[in-house]
């Protein structure tokens, strides 16, 4: 694969990544042990690369190198694993509420060759747990506390859809500037800033490049939605996010939102699917779905609005190629996520839904109408490195029924990676033209359709 970027279903292991990341960076902007002996490239580098292996070797996946170290045992070039190996120890003592196993990690580090930005950048991710070794309390926006509010764009806006974008890696700037050689009036991220959307990812991975290369001084809209790898901070750095990307009338306001065109033909409605997936054992068990609350306000949005309506996610509300669903009581498997379906059905009572969004698989999956959605689109193909040895049009068994693809829009690769791509909506009156395109990395348009 062309990059090391790799990330984990798991929140403990993402929050573990986040760790280690910054404290990678921290100490590459210092003169360590290890630079002026010219042992590794970069501190950087060499923690990431031991942070993933120790990550692969929690969930099953083979090593990369040799296993764990004591510290008699070490050369100079080995610390960055003794370091990293602590890091997941002290994370471990948190998620169980164990001080006194946290404690002992300390002194660990205070009696080894380990830089002293490990065990403070960790004591700073203690707030993540909570007091208690709790997860923190979300600051989730209650739909109370924003009203009615919708967000106008122009009649005919052109829209950037692209999702599982937030790496900070070289693939995800070279969608980003790809996606402004189009122009777009909006942006909007269907989710997920890694590796756990911390306020410093948040920040470097999402807002500064967004800043630098898409902005360029200027004001456009730029959204993004809750995913699950933005909440295993407990969404700190999301809500920092929210506030700091627009100011009003074209503010966020909370972790859903109302797009709406000021001819009133369209509106989108972003929903946040994101808030209740904590579970690192896959969607099947994890279930997500939207508070009532958010439900009822989407409801309120659909029902006022007499135009056409393309509904936003994260999370999936069906798919060939992932667990969604549980056990029927046949004992097949459902494509269906129950509660989202619930959600769709409660939302298509009351207003014409042409098209839903979502992310969280890394493919492209452009559906054949199903559960009486006539287009479901996933588009999480936006920069985390797939290999084609992971077949992601391979179907899962089972299941009782399952959508189908429109022929002749799967991506492509290159090299040994699946390709990345996003999809660019163009409201024109009553009809909305929607491209999908991967780079090559020439830009490609894969498919077309208006609605």
């Given at each position: 694969m062309p990059n090391d970027f790799e990330t984990f279903r798991d929140p403990l292991l993402s929050v573990f990544?986040?760790?280690?990341?910054?404290?990678?960076?921290?100490?590459?902007?210092?003169?360590?042990?290890?630079?002026?002996?010219?042992v590794v490239r970069s501190a950087f580098s060499q923690v990431r690369e031991d942070a993933r292996n120790?990550?692969?070797?929690?969930?099953?996946?083979?090593q990369l190198d040799q296993g764990g170290m004591r510290p008699r045992d070490l050369k100079l070039r080995?610390?960055?694993?003794?370091?990293?190996?602590?890091?997941?120890?002290?994370?471990k003592a948190l998620a169980r509420k164990s001080d006194d196993a946290r404690q002992q990690v300390a002194s660990e580090y205070i009696g080894s060759p380990c830089d002293s930005a490990w065990l403070a950048t960790l004591e700073e991710y203690h707030r993540y747990f909570g007091p208690n070794g709790d997860r923190a309390t979300i600051p989730y926006v209650r739909a109370a506390d924003i009203g009615d509010k919708v967000i106008p764009i122009d009649a005919n806006a052109r829209i950037a859809l692209f999702a599982d974008?937030?790496?900070?890696?070289?693939?995800?700037?070279?969608?980003?500037?790809?996606?402004?050689s189009h122009s777009p009036d909006v942006l909007i991220h269907l989710g997920d800033i890694y590796y756990s959307g911390t306020p410093h990812e948040c920040r470097e991975n999402f807002l500064t490049p967004i800043d630098r290369v898409f902005r360029k001084g200027g004001n456009q809209a730029v959204y993004?939605?809750?995913?699950?790898?933005?909440?295993?901070?407990?969404?700190?750095?999301?809500?920092?996010?929210?506030?700091?990307?627009?100011?009003?009338?074209?503010?966020?306001?909370?972790?859903?939102?109302?797009?709406?065109?000021?001819?009133e033909k369209w509106q989108f409605l972003a929903m946040d699917t994101g808030l209740h997936d904590y579970s690192p054992y896959g969607m099947a068990d994890a279930l997500t779905r939207?508070?009532?609350?958010?439900?009822?306000?989407?409801?309120?949005?659909?029902?006022?609005?007499?135009?056409?309506?393309?509904?936003?996610?994260?999370?999936?509300?069906?798919?060939?190629?992932?667990?969604?669903?549980?056990?029927?009581v046949l004992g097949k498997r459902s494509a269906l996520n129950p509660n989202l379906l619930k959600a769709f059905r409660a939302l298509a009572d009351k207003g014409k839904i042409v098209a839903w969004f979502?992310?969280?698989?890394?493919?492209?999956?452009?559906?054949?109408?199903?559960?009486?959605?006539?287009r479901g689109r996933c588009i999480g193909h936006g920069a985390i490195p797939v290999s084609t040895i992971d077949d992601i049009y391979r179907g899962v068994d089972g299941f009782d029924e399952a959508p189908q693809l429109i022929p002749n829009t799967r991506l492509g690769s290159t090299g040994d990676v699946w390709n990345h791509g996003y999809t660019i909506l163009s409201l024109q009156g009553d009809s909305c033209q929607a491209a999908y395109y991967e780079l090559t990395p020439t830009q490609r348009?894969?498919?077309?359709?208006?609605f």
């Open positions: 990544q986040s760790a280690v990341e910054e404290i990678g960076q921290k100490l590459d902007s210092s003169t360590t042990k290890l630079q002026r002996a010219g120790i990550a692969r070797q929690e969930v099953g996946l083979p080995q610390v960055p694993r003794l370091c990293t190996e602590l890091a997941l120890r002290y994370l974008w937030g790496t900070g890696a070289r693939p995800a700037l070279d969608i980003l500037k790809d996606i402004a993004t939605l809750s995913g699950n790898h933005d909440m295993y901070c407990g969404g700190v750095g999301l809500y920092e996010l929210i506030r700091d990307l627009n100011v009003a009338p074209r503010d966020q306001g909370a972790s859903f939102f109302c797009l709406r065109s000021t001819d939207i508070e009532d609350d958010e439900l009822a306000w989407h409801v309120r949005r659909i029902s006022e609005f007499e135009g056409k309506t393309i509904l936003l996610s994260h999370h999936q509300l069906f798919s060939s190629f992932s667990t969604v669903g549980p056990e029927t979502w992310g969280h698989e890394h493919s492209l999956s452009i559906y054949q109408p199903f559960a009486g959605l006539e348009k894969i498919f077309e359709e208006r």
